[in-house]
């Protein structure tokens, strides 16, 4: 099977930056298309990010463009997401997910079928 771990969370002042780290580990070669799910207290998970595997194509949340970039190590099955001029609403736990071959761009979580255990981020005033 295919596990994912998250890390590089952490607190950070708004306006500062994180890059979080997505590591995919066992049956890797079955991940097509990888993404970045986030989650606050009292809301529906969202999407941040996506990027097929192959192609290195991306998309991205509206509400986050031009304050953040998602990218891919092929070789090392790292995935990771840059994050810049962050507020304070950005606070949430954020999720890295794989998914097997299909349709693209994915940006619901039932698209996904593999998932990390999560990633504190938190923004402070």
């Known amino acids: 099977q295919v596990q994912l771990v998250e890390s590089g969370g952490g607190l950070v002042q708004a306006g500062g930056s994180l890059r979080l780290s997505c590591a995919a580990s066992?049956?890797?070669?079955?991940?097509?298309?990888m993404g970045w799910f986030r989650q606050a207290p009292g809301k529906e998970r969202e999407f941040v990010a996506g990027?097929?595997?192959?192609?290195?194509?991306?998309h991205y949340a509206d509400s986050l463009k031009g304050r953040i970039t998602i990218s891919r190590d092929n070789a090392k099955n790292m995935v990771y997401l840059q994050m810049n001029s962050l507020k304070p609403e950005d606070t949430a736990v954020y999720y890295c997910?794989?998914?097997?071959?299909?349709?693209?761009?994915?940006?619901?979580?039932?698209?996904?079928?593999?998932w990390g255990q999560g990633t504190q981020v938190i923004v402070s005033s």
């Open positions: 066992g049956r890797t070669s079955s991940i097509y298309v």
């Open positions: 997910a794989g998914g097997s071959i299909g349709a693209w761009p994915r940006i619901r979580p039932s698209e996904y079928g593999y």
């Open positions: 990027i097929s595997l192959s192609g290195g194509g991306t």
